[in-house]
């Protein structure tokens, strides 16, 4: 699991965001978020402080599912915190914070490996994109099934899954975004992101329908 470091778990000014905003019990999330990123977009330090404690720890543990560098993606983080500050009376209006800031993040994280000439033909280097996903359908079959092949076999199904599939799938299922936020974080259509979560879930039955009939 990636250690955190303490730079990019305390904002530039001392944050207390999450005091600083109080709301309904019940107030829809959507509802939250839009106020929150308005009160951010109109200035209010305090609402980009709220935005920082909620998301840096999911920020980073994203940005490590695309680069194991874990101080390029320390520096996209703290650089896109910064931006965002600087252009916050231009940013685009949003209800899903969470989505925008992934999508950000993975496009300074993509052009920061371009710059330093990881990326071969619009390509990643295995080295550079990294995707260490765990998923529980694997933690649960090897903790009840103790045949080395069968826990062998489904790692290798795991494993098999392309690296676009692999994020794809960790969007879906861990971070719970909807196939249309998935398709904007991954530059790609929505009938992309279906197929490749799809073909990632065809997959894993396959290799589960094996493993359990042999």
């Given at each position: 699991m990636e250690?955190?470091p303490s730079?990019?778990?305390?904002s530039?000014?001392?944050?207390s ?8 019990h019940?107030t829809a999330?959507?509802e939250i978020?839009r ?7 109109n ?21 490590g599912?695309?680069s194991?560098?874990?101080a390029?993606?320390e520096?996209?983080?703290q650089?896109?915190?910064i931006?965002?500050?600087?252009k ?6 949003t209800t ?6 992934f999508?950000?993040?993975r496009r300074?994280i993509?052009?920061?490996l371009?710059k330093?000439q990881?990326i ?9 994109y990294?995707?260490a996903v765990?998923?529980?359908?694997e ?6 099934q103790?045949?080395h092949?069968?826990?062998?076999l ?15 799938i960790y969007l ?9 936020e ?7 259509d ?6 490749l979560i799809?073909r990632?879930i065809?997959?894993?039955r396959?290799?589960?329908h094996?493993?359990?009939n042999?």
């Amino acid at each position: 699991m990636e250690t955190i470091p303490s730079s990019v778990l305390s904002s530039p000014e001392k944050a207390s965001g999450h005091h600083a905003f109080l709301f309904k019990h019940g107030t829809a999330e959507v509802e939250i978020e839009r106020i929150v990123w308005t009160s951010f977009r109109n200035g209010n330090r305090k609402a980009l402080d709220y935005i920082f404690e909620k998301y840096v720890r999911l920020m980073f543990v994203y940005g490590g599912k695309i680069s194991r560098d874990q101080a390029l993606v320390e520096d996209c983080i703290q650089d896109l915190f910064i931006e965002l500050w600087n252009k916050r009376q231009i940013v685009a209006d949003t209800t899903n914070i969470k989505y925008y800031l992934f999508k950000a993040l993975r496009r300074k994280i993509v052009r920061r490996l371009s710059k330093d000439q990881r990326i071969l033909s619009g390509q990643f280097k295995d080295t550079d994109y990294y995707h260490a996903v765990e998923f529980p359908i694997e933690f649960n079959i090897i903790q009840e099934q103790a045949d080395h092949e069968r826990e062998s076999l489904l790692k290798k199904a795991l494993a098999d899954l392309s690296e676009r599939q692999r994020e794809a799938i960790y969007l879906k299922f861990y971070e719970r975004l909807a196939y249309r936020e998935i398709a904007g974080v991954l530059n790609v259509d929505v009938r992309s992101a279906y197929n490749l979560i799809g073909r990632a879930i065809d997959s894993l039955r396959q290799a589960i329908h094996t493993i359990y009939n042999r």
